[in-house]
């Protein structure tokens, strides 16, 4: 699994959840991304924005 920003690998914690976060795109894709690309661009806009 990989950040759809900056192409990392997304590792999974213990209960098998990835350290990232979902972002619902416009046509209702689950994108996901890294933590750091949700620090640094923070809106849901912006992440899309930037996966485009
Ligand atoms: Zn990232």
Do not use: R, W
Not at 6 to 25: A, D, N, Q, R, W
Not at 26 to 51: F, R, T
């Amino acid at each position: 699994m990989k950040c759809k920003i900056c192409k990392k690998k997304i590792e999974k914690h213990f209960l098998k959840k990835p350290l990232g976060t979902y972002v619902k795109s416009e046509k209702g894709k689950k994108l996901i991304v890294c933590s750091n690309c949700q620090k640094q661009y923070k809106s849901k806009d912006k992440i899309l924005a930037k996966m485009e």
